[in-house]
């Protein structure tokens, strides 16, 4: 099973501010999903396949990586990206999430 | 719009057996792979079964193996998720979620396992 890494594990950005969320694979992976979730609700597909925004997704947003190191970019904190975001991975079975990063408005 | 609409939640002791649906719309549901994920109080996301669009493959996390089933009827555009000999560390909200890509998810059902 491939275990994937987030960190932090919690943060806080100020609004304007550039945030990168980090994902580590425990081997290779061809690409990474990441998901969205604010409290209260169901997960979103936020990126996919490594760095393509899902629908309605701002463009502030964006992902990166390859083989076991991925991230997530969001390049002006605002308000409403305050949540939790998880990487997720289905190059082997089973498909695995990471444990997630908490990102809370400053 | 594509919607997945989860039910069949609830109290169980441990040991009983539970059975949850998943009823899409939206979507050409008997095109789609689905799965079902599950996610603890307070804690992540947790795949729990996948069922390819015909039911030729079905894959199970090693924590379910053997006591859950997953099934669909495309004719109902629904999906099951049969579980027994539930036990404590199974509560949890449980997502219907559609693609190997978990593009869409439901609401999420509440099952708990206590006596």
């Known amino acids: 099973e491939i275990v994937l890494t987030q960190s932090p594990t919690t943060m806080a950005a100020s609004p304007g501010e550039k945030v990168t969320l980090t994902c580590r694979a425990s081997s290779s992976v061809s690409y990474m999903h990441w998901y969205q979730q604010k409290s209260g609700a169901s997960p979103k597909l936020w990126i996919y396949d490594t760095s393509n925004r899902a629908s309605g997704v701002p463009n502030r947003f964006s992902g990166s990586g390859s083989g076991t190191s991925y991230s997530l970019t969001i390049s002006s904190m605002e308000t409403e990206d305050a949540a939790t975001y998880y990487c997720q991975q289905w190059s082997s079975n089973p498909p695995t999430f990471g444990s997630g990063t908490k990102l809370e408005i400053k | 719009e594509v919607q997945l609409v989860e039910s069949g939640g609830g109290l169980v002791q441990p040991g009983r057996s539970l059975k949850l649906s998943c009823v899409a719309s939206?979507?050409?549901?008997?095109?789609?792979?689905m799965n079902w994920i599950r996610q603890a109080p307070g804690k992540g996301l947790e795949w729990v079964a996948y069922?390819?669009?015909?039911?030729?493959?079905?894959y199970y996390a090693e924590t379910v193996k053997g006591r859950f089933t997953i099934s669909r009827d495309n004719a109902k555009n629904t999906l099951y998720l049969q579980m027994t000999s539930l036990r404590s560390e199974d509560t949890a909200l449980y997502y219907c979620?559609?693609?190997?890509?978990?593009?869409?998810w439901g609401q999420g059902v509440m099952v708990t396992v206590s006596s």
């Open positions: 939206g979507f050409t549901f008997s095109n789609y792979g």
């Open positions: 069922i390819s669009s015909g039911s030729s493959y079905i």
């Open positions: 979620a559609r693609l190997r890509t978990f593009d869409y």
